[in-house]
T-cell receptor, first 117, second 116 residues
Framework: AQKITQTQPGMFVQEKEAVTLDCTYDTSDPSYGLFWYKQPSSGEMIFLIYQGSYDQQNATEGRYSLNFQKARKSANLVISASQLGDSAMYFCAMREIPSGSARQLTFGSGTQLTVLP | SAVISQKPSRDICQRGTSLTIQCQVDSQVTMMFWYRQQPGQSLTLIATANQGSEATYESGFVIDKFPISRPNLTFSTLTVSNMSPEDSSIYLC?????????????FGPGTRLTVT
């Protein structure tokens, strides 16, 4: 079974609007971390935001926020006030941490976001 | 966070040759990894680079094809051996920093490899 599911292969958003990129995950470990990365056409992977499974509040980093709904096992990325430079591929990832030892990152298939002027 | 550099940033290689990719980190890190991203795909973990010992390879990847060295806590190399067009990918070095269950992971800028 897929551990990380991103159901939106492509998304379009108007400049200055907000956009939500969906991510659902599957794990039976109570301890895990959720990550979002941005990959522009240059190929680098840029770390955006992190949410721990025990964190009480949703993570925020500037224009990025993570809508963490633990019961639904979803970790959607919200980008506010989209900019043309936000056009990129976005990957959701999870690391399970059973008994304090971290496992490898598992990545979703990605969502290609295009910001329209 | 960590600043990671990779060399070369891109290369075009002939079938049957080998390419060594270097990864340099600006601080000592315990966990260092190599990933492959084939065109239009997500990232796949090749191996964990272990300092002073043999790398730990994921299923489907073998040492003869992807030999890895890690002589110290800030540097690693990945060699793509006997290349074929199917090896055309972005290869990314990655490190984990943090503690107390916050295992933040950062990536280098990647090496874009084209095999002809």
């Amino acid at each position: 079974a897929q551990k990380i599911t991103q159901t939106q292969p492509g998304m379009f958003v108007q400049e200055k609007e907000a956009v939500t990129l969906d991510c659902t995950y599957d794990t039976s470990d109570p301890s895990y971390g959720l990550f979002w990365y941005k990959q522009p056409s240059s190929g680098e992977m840029i770390f955006l935001i992190y949410q721990g499974s025990y964190d009480q509040q949703n993570a925020t980093e500037g224009r990025y926020s993570l809508n963490f709904q633990k019961a639904r096992k979803s970790a959607n990325l919200v980008i506010s006030a989209s900019q043309l430079g936000d056009s990129a591929m976005y990957f959701c990832a999870m690391r399970e941490i059973p008994s304090g030892s971290a496992r490898q990152l598992t990545f979703g298939s990605g969502t290609q976001l295009t910001v329209l002027p | 966070s960590a600043v990671i550099s990779q060399k070369p940033s891109r290369d075009i290689c002939q079938r049957g040759t080998s390419l060594t990719i270097q990864c340099q980190v600006d601080s000592q890190v315990t966990m260092m990894f190599w990933y492959r991203q084939q065109p239009g795909q997500s990232l796949t973990l090749i191996a964990t680079a272990n300092q002073g010992s043999e790398a730990t390879y994921e299923s489907g990847f073998v040492i003869d094809k992807f030999p890895i060295s890690r002589p110290n806590l800030t540097f690693s190399t990945l060699t793509v051996s006997n290349m074929s067009p199917e090896d055309s990918s972005i290869y990314l070095c990655s490190v984990v920093v943090g503690a107390d269950r916050v295992y933040e992971q950062y990536f280098g800028p990647g090496t874009r490899l084209t095999v002809t």
